[in-house]
């Protein structure tokens, strides 16, 4: 919920005058004051803003200031500009009333400061995006321009505008800002060549010398030193807090930003620079024949300088420096003019250029900033002028000044008069009518168009003859000395001729704000501004197009020989335009006042805000608004405010608020008298009333606290003591529990006790008896026992010795019983079948009835059959029961008989099931099931092995077991005596290696073999010299060994198996072998062949094979040790194998040591 707030809360002393009591200058003042110490620098007057100077910064202005401000009643917080801001903006924006905001109060007050709070403040809170802010921008950018140009140190104030500004802000429907235009007033351009002790020239002549580069002072010509220039004051040239170089670069950014372009910015400084070099030119008095006085220049360099600047010929200034021409009608009269009128001209020329140049940056402002569209537009005008002026020494300026003011007051009483009937009669509360003083009059003795003091001084400025300044004022002693606030020692009023406060040569106003004694001196000057044609002649002529531009009268094209207008008449011009404009917008005011003259903060110096709450005609003011009622406020607010002071209204009002007002008002039996009901509002007549309201209020609210704090300490009270309560009954309960619990555990534990002891006892007692009642049981059954056993054993003994005797007789007899029994039996069952038979063919005859009577027959034998099988049985069981005893000594033999039969039967019954597969080189037999069958056993799988292998064998073809017989050569020479031969296992050998019947790469090489090939493959032939291989093809035939060259398949050598003594290898990994010769052979001249080989193993089987199978050859021997020797040429050379690490990774090696030594490493294999 948003808290309403109020101007009233918390206010130090009042925030709005109106409310003050007892209303007296003493109390305003103190008011101010007491705000003032606490830091509260707005105080208001209705809807009027008095701000006090505070001389340093305060954090009043922060975005959240803005922001608490913003959309809020005017009444509804503290005092603020802001507030007055808003007010404006809002009812530009929302009720399409065109606002003005006059900014008024004396040098250093703050205007320019509170104008610039009042723009930043609107362009926070006004709509945003990227041409509204370039327009935003623009806007503020504007003021650090103008206030380079404008504004100097004075001795009121180091920044103190020095011409008045008047800026309208244009807005669209929406309360974007669309443009703005700017008006000055009156620049004071004496400033420019004379500055009061203490003051400065305008700020961009410091900055330019202090803040541009060394460069752009040399295109200007310039010298950094102030103390070079004659127009620049030295005494105050630095000014602290002031950094005049960074300002510079400021302005030139401003410059940038508000659109200048580069070269009007050059422009705009070689015309300040120019300014500066003028101020140089000097002159010296030379006397001329005729004895008029001439002036001469005497140092030509900065008029040169000068004229370079501005592209002026040098002899046309000097010339316009030396001569006066006066144009009259068709005459021209030319004369020359003497040291001070050549300082005159010089002077009035560098103002004239500046101002000139002030006026053209402020049009040149204006048309950047202007708004884009046609389209209508609301506006908001900022007045930031100079104050009302007392000072000693009060000149035309002043009494410009002082006019404009006077205007301004009038413009105000106005304004907030009808302001104030209008809400009167919208409010329907009765107009009474209000003593004021009206300044008209005042307004009317400076303006008016006959005999005003203005329009005099342009009578006698235009008069032919001798115009002096004492004849101006005689002029105004004359028609002005009836006037009521004309005082003058030489007027007709005798009161004034005895008054020596008033000089002769002075004049004095009494002005709504005071009295100002003005000096005569200078007005008539001041108000003529004269500069010479031939000056604005010589300034036309310069090639430099600004200045040009600014002297448009110096074209001798539209030479024009009338006067120009007159400062004052000019002034009063725009000053009735400004207030014809201030009077269509809805008015605004800033009253600022400057708290004390040392420019220091937390000093109020009484008598200083006294004379300018006079002359600001604050009381008037305040009078003014508190004329009929103090205080107004629309009934909702009041209501909400103040509804606590009476039951019916408190704590809600249900009707409209009005309603609740006047009952609240009746309640509060507030006299009829005091107040009034408006439309929308109360309006109170005193602030006592209102002050009474607030007391009660403040009472009441104390009450509502001290009510608040005691229900809610109540409440607080009251949940306290019930959590305690609450928590007393659970922690209560929780202890009964718990010691309920315990004393249940402990009388659990007594009755189990008891109960266990007698539970025991009557345990022990019951087993007592039951033991008592078995031993006796006991007792009985081991006499019983014993009795038994007795007559038993005699049994026995009886039993045993009749058994003995009978035992003979009965196996007898029970065998030739039973031999008996199964002999009829058999014989029964002859007959019977026989009878069958019969029956059959019997049957077979006669059909179903000797069917019928076979099944009677045979239902007949079968009875007899179990008869007789009923008494074999009987009998059998007869004997059985009777020799049972003596059958199982027999019995045991045959059922371990039937048994072993029975398992050997099972047993070869399941080898069936279990035999393994039928591979040979399956290993698997089934276990054995019986210790016994251990032998039986391992003799089967023998013979089942040997049954697989002999059906295995059965299927090879002639080819297969050609290669097994090859296989098995292979093993039997091999196996276990060289390490190469497991790996050869898994090789098939595959004989022609390289096809060599198919490639015809080897066609000739096959033709010239001529029986078949075996084997063909590569080998190394090992070099005898020096142990390196050379490979050779390697064919092996029936027939013999071809050695042929790998490339060519030229045959290299040929050895029929014949020739071939004896083949050698070495025991090791390695595929070595000697072909050993036959000493004498035909092959053997060259000696023996040392081959190499991967396949050593097939070669040297098929080589074995082949030599065995040839008929005419023996069988070839082969020797298989690591060290043999082998017959190269005629040497007999050891070849020797020996254990060496592998190298390069690669395998074997052989090396020639010396004449009879071939060693041969082969590497370990791991
Ligand atoms: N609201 C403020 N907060 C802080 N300092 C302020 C404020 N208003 C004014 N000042 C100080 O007072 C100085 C003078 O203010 P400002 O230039 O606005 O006076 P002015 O009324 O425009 O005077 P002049 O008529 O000479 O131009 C400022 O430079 C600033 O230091
Ligand atoms: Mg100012």
Redesign the pocket.
Known sequence: MEVKTSLLDNMIGVGDMVLLEPLSEDSFIENLRNRFDHNE?YTYIGSVVI?M??????PIYTPEKVEEYRNRNFYELSPHIYALADEAYRSLRDQDKDQCILIT??????????SK?VMSYVAAVCGKGQEVNKVKEQLLQSNPVLEAFG?AK?V???????FGKYMDIEFDFKGDPLGGVISNYLLEKSRVVKQPRGERNFHVFYQLLSGASDDTLKKLKLDRDFSKYNYLSLDSAAVIGLDDAANFRTVKNAMQIVGFMEDEVQSVLQLVAAVLKLGNIEFKPESRSNGTDESRIKDKNDLKEMCELLGIEQSVLERAFSYRTVEAKQEKVSTTLNVAQAYYARDALAKNLYSRLFSWLVTRINESIKAQTKARHKVMGVL?I??FEIFEDNSFEQFIINYCNEKLQQIFIELTLREEQEEYVREGIEWTNIEYFNNAIICDLIENHQNGILAMLDEECLRPGTVTDETFLDKLNTICAGHKHFESRQSKNSKFLTDHSLPHNCFRIQHYAGKVLYRAEGFVDKNNDLLYRDMSQAMYKAKHSLIKQLFPEGNPAKVNLKRPPTAGFQFKASVGTLMRNLQTKNPNYIR?I?PNDK?ASHIFTDTLVCHQVRYLGLMENVRVRRAGYAFRQAYEPCLERYKMLCKRTWPHWKGPAREGVEVLMADLQVPADDFSYGRSKIFIRNPRTLFSLEERRRQCLQDLATLIQKIYRGHKCRSHFLLLKKSQIVVSAWYRRYAQEKKYQKIKSATTVVQSYTRGWQARKLLRELKYQKRCEEAVTTIAAFWHGTQARMELRRLKQEAQNKHAVTVIWAFWQGTKARRELRQLKEEARNKHAVSVIWAGWQGTKARRELRRLKEEARRKNAVALIWAYWQGLKVRRDYRKFFRANAGKKIYDFTIQRIMQKYFLGLKSTSPPMSPVDKSWPARPYRFLDGVHAELRKIFHHWRCKKYRSQFTEEKKAVYKEKLEASEIFKDKKALYPSSVSQPFKGDYLEITKNPKYQKLNSSVDAKVLLADVVNKINRANGKGTARIFLLTKKGVVLADQKTGQVKASVPLPDLASVSVSTQNDGFFALKLKEGSASAIKGDFLLSSERLIEIITKLHLTGATAADSERLNIDISDEFLVQFNHDKVCVKFIQGAARNGNGVSCKRKNNRLLEVSVPTTA
Request: a positive charge; hydrophobic letters at 20%.
């Open positions: 620098i701000s100077n505070p001389y340093r910064a305060l109060g004396e040098s250093g007050a703050g205007k320019t400061e509170a709070l504004n004075t009121r104030n180091d920044n103190s505008s020095r930031d100079y104050g600022c400057k420019k």
